[in-house]
Structures are given as C-alpha cells and as structure tokens.
C-alpha cells in the first residue's frame, strides 16, 4: 500500500549524532544537537528543571487529566509572561493568545497551517532565511504554501548580512510572510543588534509583511533569558 513512498533523506544534524555515538575516538566533541551534555557526553538536566520535576510530583492536585484545546492554562499564561514581560500591554488588553503545541515542529506546524487557511493576501509565499532551521521548509511546504529564501549570512565575514536581508525585504512583494528567528538563529547563531531589529521592523512595517517569530532558544546565546 506504501511502496509509492520514498526514503526520506536523512536529517543532518541528527545523522552526524549518529556517526558521533559510532566513532570511538575518546576525545570527540558532539556540537550537533542543541542540548547541555556532561563531561562524559550524557545529557545534562537543568536545576530548574529538576526543581519543576519535584514540584509536580509532589502536587497532591496534579493528575493525567485531558486538557482544553489549548493547553495548560498555567503554561500558556507563563509562556505569555515569558516572552512579553508580565506588565506588557499586549497581554494587559486582552491582544494575546497562546496554545500548547508538541514542541517546536508541532508548533510550527500548526501556525503554518492556520496561515494557509486565513492568510491574507491569500497568494503570499513564506520566505525563510538562508540558510535556516532545517525543518522549516519542509513544514511550510507541507502545508501548502510556496517557499522562498530571504540573505541572512555573510559567508565571507560570519556576519549577519544586514543589507542583503532588508533588500530582500524590500523587494518582495507587499504583504508577505518571513520567518525570523527570535535569538539564537539557528543554525548559524548569528542574530542582529537591537538597532538591526528596528531597520528591519521597519522596512517589514513598510512594505506590510507579516512576521512569524520561531522562538527555540530563548537565553541560551546571552544566558539572560
């Protein structure tokens, strides 16, 4: 019944974890996978994650039970809280909405899903940096929508290539979607100053772009959430 479907290639970064586990040199260094690991390579959990673990388990009221659709409603509002500041505006006046997803690619998913259905103008493409977390054009795809790629490195200097991203911006037509990486641009882990954020707010206000903020590492370039 599936033998239409095709292999699908392997996944880079979690291939080279793969080849990592199955090199025997002592002195390897796995920098693959975004994830704290030990002096022995095991994976490392936070404190504050350990703390959360023991909280939980000794809730008398926590339980399995079904959620609402959008999730914990305990989670969402501190996800809220988290990335727009307790005291923000938006979330004072009632402009923000938040649901529970399965991780990131779960998240993506369904965003890019609910862009297809509802966008407006209905014929706008979704422009991805170059290069860019590599399952976003996969997702996007598979939602239906047409990919495109916006300049984002420098390969000569390393450097985020500020003028090539705002031209790219500029150039495309009105009302578009881009996927920006909110901080620790994946996979390069260059990300702009405050004062590049603000050129290209403005050019994506200009030209009436729509921006579509993945959010998957909050802190860990600063260590200042």
Not at 60 to 68: F, L, Q, R, T, V
Not at 109 to 128: E, N
Not at 181 to 189: D, K, S
Request: charged residues 20%.
């Amino acid at each position: 019944y599936f033998s239409s479907v095709p292999q699908a290639p392997a996944d880079g970064i979690l291939k080279l974890s793969v080849l990592s586990k199955a090199d025997s040199d002592p002195s390897k260094v796995d920098l693959g996978v975004g994830a704290y690991r030990d002096d022995n390579g095991k994976p490392w959990v936070l404190p504050v994650v350990r703390e959360a673990e023991r909280r939980l388990s000794e809730d008398p009221s926590y339980n399995h039970e079904y959620m609402g659709v959008g999730g914990l409603p305990a989670f969402t509002d501190g996800a809220q809280q988290l990335i727009f500041g307790s005291s923000s505006p938006a979330i004072g006046q009632g402009r923000v909405y938040t649901i529970q997803t399965i991780s990131g690619t779960g998240a993506n998913m369904v965003a890019a899903v609910f862009l297809k259905q509802f966008k407006q103008p209905g014929d706008a493409a979704v422009y991805i940096s170059k290069p860019t977390w590599g399952n976003h054009r996969s997702i996007f795809e598979t939602a239906g929508h047409e990919v495109r790629e916006y300049k984002y490195c420098d390969y000569a200097t390393l450097a985020l290539d500020i003028d090539g991203m705002l031209d790219d911006m500029r150039s495309a037509p009105r009302g578009q979607i881009f996927v920006l990486h909110a901080c620790a641009h994946n996979p390069t882990g260059i990300d702009p100053t405050e004062a590049q954020w603000r050129q290209i707010a403005d050019v994506m206000a200009e030209r009436g772009h729509f921006p579509f903020f993945d959010c998957a590492y909050q802190g860990f370039a600063t260590g200042d959430v």
